[in-house]
């Protein structure tokens, strides 16, 4: 059992003892300090927000969402004060976070000072991890589709952060080529998260010399199969865990040479409008992916 649970189980005991019902929370509500504790919270009839009290003293709370509705739960901090979390982004905090998903809660402890601590949370996975999933439903905890949707930064001033630091921050008219990146969005109010559906993902050379004119989040095409036809393409077929492609197009993509007489294969560029064959990929799944927002 986690600290927070055991916290969790004597609140819900105190209150118990004191007769004061667990009521779910299905509407705005500001917290007075006796109303802190273990605390059930439902978003399912729109967007919620619940505003903590002022830390003015030491005070627990652990709030819990009962609904999986994509409807909005905002847990605020009192006028002026802040929730101390990421704060590797910003170390005085953020003013608000978010519960996430049926079932997914925050467990907060206020200092006396005017601010809140993170003590625990259903999902510690660090902010903008990508991972992939075997189901196509959102786990609770903060996770979301890597699609390029815009943000509103004030929305998520933790993830904007985020993409400020990066170092894979480009603006928006430079996203073509740099799609597994953040874009700056409107250049004021918006940003964009990175696209990843659909592609292979690759590690960032980051001094090795492999691939050493990548830049992070950038986009690279395929490696095509060109030289003697036929034979090559043949070849290709027959190999179980490849799949041919053909491609007529003025894109410039790493070609590999393939010669019939001899085991070798040469490294060139196509030029510009050439005819070329044989693009290929191994067999694979296709598995969701998904990225961590908060």
Known sequence: MSRSD?????ESGMLSVQGIN??????????EAHETGFLLADASAGQTMITLPKASQVMDVRIQRVDNSANALLVYAANGEKIKFHTHLRPEGYPFCMVLG???????RSD???NWLLLDRMDNTPL???VFETSTALNPGGWSIPNARLLARGDWPWLWDHAQQSGMLVNEAQRVGMEGGWTRGDGVTTFRIPELRGEFLRSLDEGRGADPARVAG???????VHGEIVDAVSSFRRMQNMKPKYFDGPD?????????TSASATTQTLAANSVYFGAVR???????SRIKLI
């Open 282 to 288: 191994p067999r694979n799944i296709a598995c969701p």
């Open 6 to 10: 055991v916290f969790a189980a004597i």
């Open 102 to 108: 049926g079932g997914d809660f925050w467990h907060l």
């Open 112 to 114: 006396g000072a005017g």
């Open 22 to 31: 667990n009521t779910v929370i299905r509407a705005n509500k500001v917290l």
């Open 218 to 224: 950038s986009y690279q095409l395929a490696s095509l």
């Open 128 to 130: 903008g991890r990508v």
């Open 252 to 260: 410039t993509n790493e070609v590999v040479a393939v010669s019939t």
